[in-house]
């Protein structure tokens, strides 16, 4: 039987559809720290909890991380620390969830969820760092209501951040960085600007070298294609 929420996705009664997806059943089958729909709220206010005691130093969460290549290498290189990737598409997280298993890490976890949940995700101060890499530009008109990046949002999400908590952004997309400065400059009080470039690999020779976790999978693809990266680097004010 199908569900179809009443209420729009940011919500707080909006009840995530019982999904034909196969990897819905898959994701169900796996025994690591890997959670879908409803599932993903459970832990809020105490995230860190997921974890083993050694590994709770700090919290990044990723959101759209797709099969988690850059999550997982952090993950890999900071042990002490602890993560969360979040996509709403099932197979990446699968992918990234089954990478995980693989290579044995206890401080990784995948949350299947629409990241205009982030507020019933995670509680007050419990992000140290949060990444927004490459979000998808939805470049008509007609479909820039759908950008995650906005004022409201911005204004959402500073709560949740730790004193001091960083939020990295990157993207390829011109008109959509005007937008997120845009909005950006909206927020002032909640956030302050750390560096902002509109080409980050200008100065690097060989960028087409770098790898995971310093460049993400979409961002080896325009590196290649020569497409200047832009990257905004805020710190919460509090
Ligand atoms: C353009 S891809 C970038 C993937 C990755 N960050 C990278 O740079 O290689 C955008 C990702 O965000 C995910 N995504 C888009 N909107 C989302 C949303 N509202 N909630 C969760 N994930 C979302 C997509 O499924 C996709 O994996």
Same mark, same amino acid.
């Given at each position: 039987? /199908?569900?179809?929420? +009443?209420?729009?996705?940011? !919500? ?25 729909? !409803? ?11 997921? +974890? ?17 290549h850059?999550?997982?290498? /952090?993950?890999?290189?900071n ?6 990737g ?7 997280i ?21 990241a ?5 995700? &995670? ?10 890499? &490459? ?12 950008? &995650?990046?906005?004022?409201e ?13 960083? +939020? ?26 750390l560096s902002? /470039?509109?080409?980050?690999h ?9 790898d ?17 990266? !832009?990257?905004?680097?805020?710190q919460?004010?509090?």
């Amino acid at each position: 039987m /199908s569900e179809k929420s +009443f209420f729009p996705v940011h !919500h707080p009664d909006y009840r995530y559809s019982v999904s034909k997806n196969p990897y819905w059943e898959k994701l169900q089958g796996l025994s690591n720290r890997v959670y879908c729909d !409803h599932q993903t709220e459970a832990f809020h206010g105490r995230c860190l909890e997921l +974890f083993p005691q050694a590994a709770r130093g700090k919290l990044t969460v990723e959101v759209g991380c797709n099969a988690g290549h850059v999550i997982v290498e /952090s993950a890999f290189q900071n042990p002490g620390e602890s993560f969360i990737g979040i996509d709403w598409k099932f197979k990446p997280i699968y992918r990234g969830a089954e990478k995980a298993s693989k290579r044995g890490l206890q401080n990784l976890g995948f949350f299947r969820a629409h990241a205009e949940r982030l507020p019933f995700m &995670f509680g007050n101060g419990e992000i140290d760092r949060l990444n927004f890499y &490459f979000p998808d530009p939805w470049p008509k008109k007609a479909q820039i209501k759908n950008r &995650f990046f906005n004022s409201e949002r911005l204004r959402l999400i500073a709560p949740l951040m730790k004193p001091g908590g960083l +939020f990295h952004i990157k993207t390829d997309h011109r008109g959509y960085f005007e937008w997120m400065i845009q909005a950006i400059q909206e927020n002032l009080n909640l956030w302050e600007i750390l560096s902002v /470039s509109e080409n980050l690999h200008r100065d690097d020779p060989a960028p087409h070298l770098l790898d995971f976790p310093d460049v993400t999978l979409f961002e080896k693809l325009f590196i290649r294609d020569q497409i200047p990266i !832009h990257e905004i680097k805020l710190q919460v004010r509090r």
